[in-house]
């Protein structure tokens, strides 16, 4: 039995063979292998870095134009609060240029200067495209016109419509800062 022992190890020591091109080409597989998985790793880290790169060049680029507008509103909203102190003044003019025989008893001089302080502000306004509006015969519009009295008529045709202008009103483009306050026809019916 020894005989048989001695040669069943010597012929299983015989089967294994020891291939180092075998071993050599295992070991290059599995570096292979792991270096192709750590490529895909770093593939989709780097799109996950580029994903979020161009999110947040987005995000700038929203965040820009977000601050862009708000700055414009500030400045509007600026604009329309000074414009609100101004009125009263305006107001004032076309009250001292609405009586022409108050006028003609003042120093021409006084009144010439005047002028020239109003039209400066009317410069200065169509500069920044405010126009007043005076919406005399126009049918009455919520919107432009604020009512501050109605006065019965017995024309028809002068039903809803601005037969007063007490105060102008002034628009910046196309947007109202202040309706213009009238008095409104009002058809009484027989």
Excluded at 92 to 120: H, R, T
Excluded at 174 to 187: E, I
Aim: aromatic share 8%.
């Amino acid at each position: 039995m020894s005989k048989d022992k001695s040669t069943t190890e010597s012929t299983h020591e015989e089967d294994i063979v020891f291939d180092d091109d075998v071993i050599i080409e295992e070991l290059e597989g599995n570096k292979i292998k792991k270096t192709q998985d750590k490529l895909k790793v770093c593939q989709k880290e780097r799109q996950e870095f580029l994903d979020g790169w161009q999110r947040a060049q987005a995000d700038a680029v929203n965040m820009k134009k977000r601050f862009e507008e708000e700055k414009k509103n500030v400045v509007k909203y600026a604009t329309e609060n000074l414009l609100q102190d101004l009125f009263p003044v305006l107001d004032a003019f076309d009250m001292v240029f609405k009586d022409e025989s108050v006028l003609k008893k003042i120093d021409p001089n006084w009144v010439k200067g005047i002028q020239y302080i109003q039209s400066q502000f009317t410069t200065v306004f169509n500069n920044r495209n405010i126009q007043s509006f005076s919406p005399l015969n126009e049918n009455f519009n919520q919107d432009e016109h604020n009512s501050v009295e109605l006065i019965e008529t017995d024309d028809k045709k002068k039903d809803d419509t601005v037969l007063e202008v007490v105060q102008k009103g002034y628009k910046m483009g196309d947007k109202v800062v202040r309706p213009a306050s009238v008095k409104v026809g009002s058809y009484k019916k027989e």
